[in-house]
Antibody, heavy 119, light 108 residues
Framework: QVQLQESGPGLVKPSQTLSLTCTVS??????????WSWIRQPAGKGLEWIGR???????NYNPSLKSRVTISVDTSKNLFSLKLSSVTAADTALYYC???????????WGQGTIVTVSS | EIVLTQSPGTLSLSPGERAILSCRAS???????LAWYQQKPGQAPWLLIY???FRATGIPDRFTGSGSGADFTLTINRLEPEDFAVYYC?????????FGGGTKVEIK
């Protein structure tokens, strides 16, 4: 059974770059037809899709974050990553990695990792 | 961007009662690609319904999704104690995935 696990710093200073990794176990990030994505949830609020990457490295981002986001995949390490630049307090949230297929619902989520932006 | 509006924000019910949750889209969702998720405190969302009306693997039949176009409903019959949670709808009919703001089903 595929499992996803987020990792990365829990505290990032304003204006710096937030970097998170999602390690895939029980399956391969190279499995065809899947999208590997990042979703965030500020405390007590709803969910926001950040973007996704495919096995081939093609990406699609939320326009509201596009200028600051990079999502990449490392097939050799079986993981994918999120970089969010120029962070502010508004980027403080619980960050989830997740998996879905084209034209399908999100079927697997990581447990989430909290990132706080503060000096 | 397709905006999803969920109502009500909070539903206060007793175990055994029926919950009816609404999700309205700002435009018609392609192929009714609308999902429902349940989220409990400290946990990631869990897929309940996909394509508006299909239960995900292992989801009890007291959960029913319905609707089409831009108007969708999640009905939970005979609420069990474990059903008290927050429910989100999400559309995947466009490449920009969006979620509703959520409905909290709380114990009355």
């Amino acid at each position: 059974q595929v499992q996803l696990q987020e990792s990365g710093p829990g505290l990032v200073k304003p204006s710096q770059t937030l970097s998170l990794t999602c390690t895939v176990s029980g399956g391969s990030v190279s499995s065809g037809s899947y999208y590997w994505s990042w979703i965030r949830q500020p405390a007590g609020k709803g969910l926001e899709w950040i973007g996704r990457v495919s096995m081939s490295g093609s990406t699609n981002y939320n326009p509201s974050l596009k200028s600051r986001v990079t999502i990449s995949v490392d097939t050799s390490k079986n993981l994918f990553s999120l970089k969010l630049s120029s962070v502010t307090a508004a980027d403080t949230a619980l960050y989830y990695c997740a998996r879905y297929r084209y034209a399908d619902a999100i079927d697997i989520w990581g447990q989430g990792t909290i990132v706080t932006v503060s000096s | 961007e397709i905006v999803l509006t969920q109502s009500p924000g909070t539903l206060s019910l007793s175990p055994g009662e029926r919950a009816i949750l609404s999700c309205r889209a700002s435009q018609s969702i392609s192929s009714n690609y609308l999902a429902w998720y349940q989220q409990k405190p400290g946990q990631a969302p869990w897929l309940l319904i996909y394509a508006a009306s299909f239960r995900a693997t292992g989801i009890p039949d007291r959960f029913t999704g319905s609707g089409s176009g831009a108007d969708f409903t999640l009905t939970i019959n005979r609420l069990e104690p474990e059903d008290f949670a927050v429910y989100y709808c999400q559309q995947y009919g466009s490449s920009l995935l969006t979620f509703g703001g959520g409905t909290k089903v709380e114990i009355k």
